[in-house]
């Protein structure tokens, strides 16, 4: 099925949906409907959401199913923002390997495998990396 027209072929301005048929018992409605903010987006966009919605948002598999890198992935979901018409905030900064190196290291920790001065090293370690 096509995709609803975004804007009028001859001179660009904004469509209204005037009229619905239905294809059982051929029942049409005729009225002004204005379309959703997604029907407006291009086709790369709403393959980019469906893939989005499918990993709930998580930036790493999003980018291991598209074999794109992080800044990539954050350029393509800033792109969509701002063709759904929202403001495009600051970028976060892309995932620290220290900040997840931290966190295994607490794990270990908390697990009873290392004591809390060789935690303490190990960060502070990271720290000078």
Do not use: W
């Not at 903010?37 to 393959?47: A, E, K, N």
């Not at 998580?58 to 800044?71: D, H, T, V």
Request: hydrophobic share 35%; proline share 4%; net charge neutral.
């Amino acid at each position: 099925m096509r995709k609803v027209l975004e804007g009028c072929p001859t001179c660009g301005g904004e469509l209204t949906i005037s009229g619905l048929q239905c294809h059982a018992c051929h029942t049409r409605i005729e009225s002004q409907y204005s379309t959703c903010p997604f029907c407006r987006l291009r086709q790369q966009s709403l393959d980019f959401i469906e893939i989005f919605v499918k990993n709930r948002g998580n930036i790493k598999e999003m980018e291991r199913e598209l074999g794109i890198s992080y800044p990539t992935v954050r350029n393509r979901l800033n792109a969509v923002i701002a063709e759904l018409g929202y403001e495009v905030g600051a970028e976060p900064a892309a995932p620290d390997d220290r900040a997840e190196k931290r966190g295994e290291i607490l794990k270990q920790l908390s697990k009873g495998e290392i004591s809390a001065t060789e935690a303490a090293e190990l960060i502070k370690q990271l720290g000078r990396k």
